[in-house]
């Protein structure tokens, strides 16, 4: 029962999220220990690092393959861990999730 009355708050609140900002909460809202190996040796590096990195840097910190890292930073940023800076070289920082600004 309460899971219908929840449902129902839901569904009559003011506004709806999209199914890809909803999969995107789901994602974020997972614990470290859910993130891959490859995920969290970059998280890791990104975290530690003063300033933001490049893949190449990531790359050569990590010991990954530069495919490795595009694809772990791919999956971070989905999941709001990794935001990436529009420099002439993307690079990339560590983000920790706080409240979602809109």
């Known amino acids: 029962m309460p899971q219908e009355d929840t449902r129902r708050a839901h569904a009559n609140g003011p506004e709806q999220e999209t199914a890809p900002e909803q999969a995107a909460q789901q994602q974020a809202a ?28 990531l790359s050569a910190a990590s010991g990954l393959t530069r495919e490795q890292v595009a694809t772990a930073l791919d999956s971070l940023r ?6 990436q800076f ?5 690079s990339y920082g560590a983000r920790f999730p706080g409240l979602e600004l809109r």
């Not at 891959?36 to 490049?54: F, G, K, P």
């Open 30 to 57: 997972q614990s470290p220990s859910a993130l891959t190996y490859q995920e969290r040796l970059v998280l890791d590096v990104l975290v530690t690092s003063q300033a933001a990195r490049t893949a190449a840097q």
């Open 86 to 90: 529009n420099t002439v070289i993307e």
């Open 78 to 83: 989905v999941q709001g861990l990794v935001t």
